[in-house]
């Protein structure tokens, strides 16, 4: 085969690949990141599986319900910050652009950042349905392979 025919052919599957990958970028999503480490990147998995969205969206329609509280954002620390999740891909990533961050028994929605003369803002609520979600996600994260038995069993004392 020479260069020409090669490259034309490739060419032609990368157009016919295209439609593919558009539609993978649009289909609904969360991302969830690990943050546990300081000065490396923290894990990440992406939950695309309908079955397992609806079982993280029903825990986290339960931890939402629970009364929201308007304060001073939590400095990170050295360690285990918690579990970031964020929507992406398809309609739910525009309905609920805000990134969610849960630890133990808290879920925080950051609504100002910090600036110079002021302290970022955040919504926390407090429920034990919260709590429940972490633990799921946490063995969402040695399940997929991103967090090893010895870090999940960290994890879990430091909540």
Request: charged share 15%; aromatic share 2%; net charge positive.
């Amino acid at each position: 085969m020479t260069k020409l025919s090669l490259k034309s052919l490739l060419t032609g599957l990368a157009l016919l690949a295209a439609p593919a990958f558009a539609l993978a970028a649009e289909a609904p999503g969360l991302q969830i990141t690990y943050l546990v480490y300081s000065g490396r990147p923290n894990p990440v998995v992406t939950v695309t599986d309908p079955a397992a969205l609806r079982a993280i969206e029903t825990r986290l329609a339960d931890a939402l319900a629970a009364p929201a509280k308007t304060g001073a954002a939590a400095e990170p620390v050295l360690g285990y910050n918690g579990i970031l999740l964020e929507h992406v891909g398809g309609s739910s990533a525009k309905a609920k652009p805000q990134p969610l961050l849960i630890k133990g028994q808290q879920l925080r929605i950051d609504t100002a950042p910090a600036t110079a003369m002021k302290a970022a803002t955040a919504t926390t609520r407090n429920s034990a349905a919260a709590g429940d979600l972490e633990t799921m996600l946490l063995k969402l994260g040695q399940k997929q392979g991103v967090l090893d038995a010895t870090t999940l069993n960290v994890l879990l004392d430091q909540r």
